[in-house]
């Protein structure tokens, strides 16, 4: 069993992301700038939006958080990002999700510049990943990419079994490593919360690579993998001990695989190293720097 250490493979690409932007400076231009909109006080958001941040920072980044209360208007958050998208000093805006339920997450992702959209969340880089013409891409599943391309593990001609359809994570992990470029070329099965139980295990018994995203403590258990998978882990789950555990039951199953993502540690680390690359990319096409 190998560990595909998340926090390793962050510390290497912000290094190298650091390095670049350290260049840029010395030349004479701006440091990128990244700005957060935080709604509300959602416990793991905050802890999200910290690490964040204090990645950018290691990358050599300016950053600003923008916070509004629970209670703002969709109309507010609107104009704020109308702002952004017109700031020429900022380069990249997260909208932090999840939004208060009294706001609508489409209207406010639509709302942002696709230029600025490091979190690929925006229909137009959403379709433009899809299609294979040049995107930011949604930041969670760029990240898985980034790490398996850094391990070398082999995808190419792989079956890979996405268990979870979600528009962040799911659907564009599908879609990426099935896709002809970049890092795709798999045989992908979508399997979903309608996907009956035995479909399922027919699927991830026979999976190369396992990859689960549905916010479930334990739902990947020994069991339905076969010896020698690649599980990918992007399961992020608060146990009432405050302990953070991912979808895997790790214990029981990381012996079967030859790779597997540990949880914290694993993706999540990777999810905030894309969204550095997606800033320094939007900050590079700023600047017409190739
Ligand atoms: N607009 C938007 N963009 C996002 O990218 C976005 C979002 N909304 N909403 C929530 C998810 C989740 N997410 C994570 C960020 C950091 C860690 C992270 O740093 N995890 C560490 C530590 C976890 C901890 O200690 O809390 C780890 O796994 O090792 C994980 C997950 C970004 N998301």
Not at 71 to 77: D, G, S
Not at 189 to 217: K, N, Q, S
Not at 226 to 231: A, N, S, T
């Amino acid at each position: 069993m190998n560990l595909l250490d998340g926090k390793k493979c962050a510390e290497s690409l912000i290094a190298d992301i650091a390095k670049k932007v350290a260049g840029y400076v010395d030349s004479g231009l701006r440091k990128p700038h990244m700005t957060i909109i935080l709604v509300g006080k959602h416990a793991p958001s905050e802890s999200y939006v910290k690490s964040k941040i204090t990645t950018s920072t290691l990358a050599g980044f300016d950053s600003n958080l923008i916070r509004f209360p629970e209670t703002v208007k969709e109309a507010e958050l609107l104009a704020k990002i109308q702002e952004i998208n017109e700031d020429q000093t900022t380069d990249g805006v997260i909208v932090q999700l999840p939004l208060p339920k009294h706001i609508n997450q489409q209207h406010i992702i639509n709302a942002i510049s696709p230029d600025k959209d490091i979190d690929g969340f925006h229909p137009t880089n959403f379709g433009r990943m899809t299609l294979g013409q040049k995107a930011f891409r949604p930041a969670t599943a760029y990240g898985i990419c980034k790490l398996l391309q850094f391990y070398e593990v082999p995808i190419k001609g792989k079956h890979c079994v996405v268990i979870g359809r979600s528009n962040i994570v799911g659907k564009p992990i599908s879609i990426m490593l099935s896709n002809d470029f970049d890092i795709g070329n798999a045989t992908v099965t979508l399997t979903h919360i309608e996907t009956p139980r035995e479909l399922l295990l027919d699927e991830t018994r026979r999976g190369d690579i396992v990859i689960v995203a549905v916010g479930i403590p334990g739902f990947v258990t020994e069991d339905m993998v076969k010896e020698g998978v690649v599980l990918i882990d992007v399961g992020i789950n608060r146990l009432e001990n405050g302990k953070i555990v991912g979808d895997v039951a790790f214990d029981q199953v990381a012996p079967k695989c030859s790779w597997i993502t540990p949880v914290p540690g694993g993706v999540g680390r990777m999810t905030v190293t894309a969204l550095m690359i997606n800033t320094l990319v939007a900050y590079q096409n700023n600047f017409n720097l190739a």
